[in-house]
């Protein structure tokens, strides 16, 4: 089994990134649907919570990890060609900018925000005395933008499971799973 791509298939790396993150993305999506839909006080919802930061940027993390081993597979990576081609190439590079935006506005804001910012016990930004507001406006777009790339997600599905799979039957969804 190949690491790296290859024109017939994806290599081990990139279907271990994918599918990884897609995990991940669930556990994501799920934190903030019961932070949003739950009351304050409810313990699933304040469970869910807790790991929100650390996992957003742990996938910030990722996303920077598998972009950089796409371009280094670029040549490689099987083709997109023709109108749904172009349209898969917008749609991953939307993919992207919001995978990296959305965590990219909360670490702004907390970079200059009161109350810092830990990853995993691990101070990332010390809280300041006083807050910048440059730096938090940015944020909040966060929720917005994070729904905006979970409705764009399921587009990504429906597009392997829906077309390529059931419709087109045409092996794609196989290139990213065996």
Same mark, same amino acid.
């Given at each position: 089994?190949?690491?790296?791509?290859?024109?017939?298939?994806?290599?081990?790396?990139?279907?271990?990134? !994918?599918?990884?993150?897609?995990?991940?993305?669930?556990?994501?999506?799920?934190?903030?649907?019961?932070?949003?839909?739950?009351?304050? /006080?409810?313990?699933?919802?304040?469970?869910?919570?807790?790991? !929100?930061?650390?996992?957003?940027?742990? $996938?910030?993390? $990722?996303? $920077?990890?598998? =972009?950089?081993?796409?371009?280094?597979?670029?040549?490689?990576?099987?083709?997109?060609?023709?109108?749904?081609?172009?349209? &898969?190439?917008?749609?991953?590079?939307?993919?992207?900018?919001?995978?990296?935006?959305?965590?990219?506005?909360?670490?702004?804001?907390?970079? =200059?925000?009161?109350?810092?910012?830990?990853?995993?016990?691990?101070?990332?930004?010390?809280?300041? /005395?006083? /807050?910048? &507001?440059?730096?938090?406006?940015?944020?909040?777009? !966060?929720? /917005?933008?994070?729904?905006?790339? &979970? $409705?764009?997600?399921? =587009?990504?599905? &429906?597009?392997?499971?829906?077309?390529? !799979?059931?419709?087109?039957?045409?092996?794609?969804?196989?290139?990213?799973?065996?």
């Amino acid at each position: 089994m190949p690491l790296q791509d290859t024109p017939s298939r994806y290599g081990l790396i990139s279907r271990a990134l !994918h599918w990884g993150m897609a995990l991940l993305f669930l556990a994501q999506f799920a934190s903030a649907a019961a932070h949003w839909a739950l009351p304050r /006080e409810n313990a699933l919802r304040e469970t869910l919570w807790s790991y !929100h930061v650390d996992l957003g940027i742990t $996938l910030f993390v $990722l996303v $920077l990890l598998r =972009g950089i081993w796409g371009l280094i597979n670029l040549q490689r990576r099987p083709a997109h060609s023709g109108a749904l081609g172009a349209a &898969a190439q917008a749609g991953h590079a939307a993919l992207y900018a919001l995978m990296i935006v959305v965590p990219g506005t909360r670490i702004l804001a907390a970079a =200059g925000s009161d109350r810092g910012l830990s990853y995993l016990g691990m101070t990332i930004f010390a809280p300041r /005395e006083a /807050e910048i &507001a440059w730096m938090q406006a940015p944020s909040e777009w !966060h929720g /917005e933008l994070g729904w905006i790339l &979970a $409705l764009i997600v399921l =587009g990504h599905i &429906a597009m392997a499971v829906g077309w390529h !799979h059931l419709i087109q039957r045409d092996g794609q969804l196989q290139r990213m799973t065996s």
